[in-house]
């Protein structure tokens, strides 16, 4: 269930132990993203990395999370995305994860970055086979 806070989305889940757990994320990113995308065949969200991601066939592009976002950009590309201001190695659990970024709200908050960090990421969502 989506509760507004404060101008940010926060979701309610259920954890394992029937306990009652928060994800947020900030509700303008995610409406930046989703016009990013609003073109594109094939796009779904789903609730995961404690944000919302947004998936292509199946596959993930992109999400947004508290403080920012994350890009699927694949290893091949992630030393270019690397250059990009606002993008960072993304490591949730203190390692490196190979092909994902950590993207800045500032970034999210650029068309032209936006824009350039998501194409990058459709570009490697794409390269995968739909997932059933």
Do not use: W
Not at 1 to 11: E, N, S, T
Request: glycine share 14%.
């Amino acid at each position: 269930m989506l509760v507004p806070f404060g101008g940010r989305g926060v979701i309610r889940c259920a954890k394992s132990q029937g306990k009652e757990g928060v994800m947020a994320y900030d509700e303008g990113h995610a409406e930046l993203m989703r016009t990013e995308l609003a073109d594109e065949v094939g796009i779904s969200e789903k609730k995961m990395f404690g944000g919302l991601c947004f998936l292509k066939h199946g596959n993930m592009i992109c999400g947004v999370h508290r403080g920012g976002g994350m890009a699927r950009v694949g290893k091949a590309a992630e030393a270019e995305a690397l250059q990009i201001n606002g993008v960072a190695e993304l490591s949730f659990t203190g390692r490196k994860m190979g092909g994902m970024v950590d993207i800045s709200e500032d970034l999210i908050a650029d068309d032209a970055r936006r824009t350039q960090i998501v194409k990058m990421a459709l570009a490697y969502a794409s390269s995968l086979p739909p997932k059933a």
